[in-house]
């Protein structure tokens, strides 16, 4: 019997079980990746034994459970501690995450101007020359029909939208109604930042999490995994498991790879999940080292003379 089996008659006692046991498990996991990964060097091509089937399915099911929410909160923790005990590295962590949006937001933000251009060069083909499919490539072409290139559109869209979120969110971008916020001191502020956080966030971005990490591999492999299958139900199932991507689109000769917005849903809850956490060490200094930290290592975009900018906020 384990701690999680023998304080279940317990809330408490089953929460501060499977932290402990969360070391174990994260410990496990590390040391026996091959028990969960060992699927990685086959994602283009059949899985062949067994073992490799079974990986595959233990990384599906330990994707939505217990154990890894656990380990996420047993790590969470034992950073938040170090943070406590030494601001300099919550306020480290702070500029990783933050900067990580930032990087990643600013990159993508180029989607926009490409889904511009390709509208265009869509456009142009289509009624000057009356073309059926376009070809892009150098050497190796990688030719479609027009509509797949039209319906391809939506996925740079979808880029912007999850993969830009987290850095409209440092930048300040998102529209906030601040009926109570706005007439609030400076200590409330922080305070409903740090519970705000804690309380909408991330809560919001696991309940898409769950949904979205079914919804996904229901789309890449059959026999299809449920969320309500056990651990031994989908190891059963794993003896007749394969791939098959979903390629089905809206057209005939549409966009075809429609799970890639299912893979951005996902990595769209992880930035999530990523900035409330930044969002919440944040608020937690700012609240401690007083308004004089407020936007303290904040990588602002700068529109217009950055000289004349910085001149503005001295004065």
């Not at 999850?162 to 300040?172: E, I, P, R």
Request: charged content about 15%; some cysteine; hydrophobic content about 50%.
């Amino acid at each position: 019997m384990n701690l999680v089996e023998a304080w279940g008659g317990n809330a408490f006692g089953w929460f501060f079980a499977n932290i402990i046991e969360s070391f174990y498990n994260f410990g496990y996991a590390v040391t026996h990746p091959g028990q969960w990964l060992a699927w990685v060097p086959y994602i283009n091509q059949d899985l062949q034994t067994p073992e490799i089937k079974q990986s595959l399915m233990r990384f599906i099911y330990y994707g939505t459970s217990i154990e890894l929410f656990f380990v996420l909160l047993m790590i969470f923790l034992i950073v938040t501690l170090i943070g406590l005990i030494s601001n300099g590295f919550m306020w480290a962590c702070v500029r990783t995450l933050e900067g990580f949006a930032n990087k990643v937001g600013r990159f993508f933000a180029w989607a926009g101007l490409l889904m511009v251009l390709q509208q265009i060069l869509i456009i142009f083909m289509q009624r000057v020359f009356a073309v059926a499919e376009i070809s892009i490539g150098f050497g190796l072409n990688f030719t479609q029909d027009v509509s797949w290139w039209s319906e391809e559109l939506k996925l740079y869209n979808a880029m912007i939208v999850c993969l830009c979120a987290t850095y409209t969110f440092v930048q300040g971008g998102h529209v906030r109604v601040d009926l109570v916020y706005s007439v609030v001191s400076y200590r409330t502020k922080r305070v409903i930042d740090m519970v705000g956080s804690m309380i909408f966030m991330i809560p919001a971005a696991m309940i898409t999490w769950l949904y979205g990490w079914f919804f996904l591999w229901r789309s890449l492999v059959v026999p299809n995994p449920s969320a309500s299958d056990s651990l031994d139900q989908l190891l059963n199932k794993a003896r007749a498991l394969r791939w098959n991507i979903e390629t089905i689109g809206f057209s005939p000769n549409g966009f075809n790879a429609y799970f890639l917005f299912k893979i951005l849903l996902i990595t769209f809850t992880l930035m999530v999940v990523l900035q409330a956490i930044a969002f919440f060490y944040r608020s937690y200094l700012e609240l401690k080292e007083g308004p004089a930290s407020e936007g303290r290592f904040l990588d602002k975009d700068v529109l217009g003379d950055p000289t004349a900018e910085r001149a503005a906020q001295i004065h």
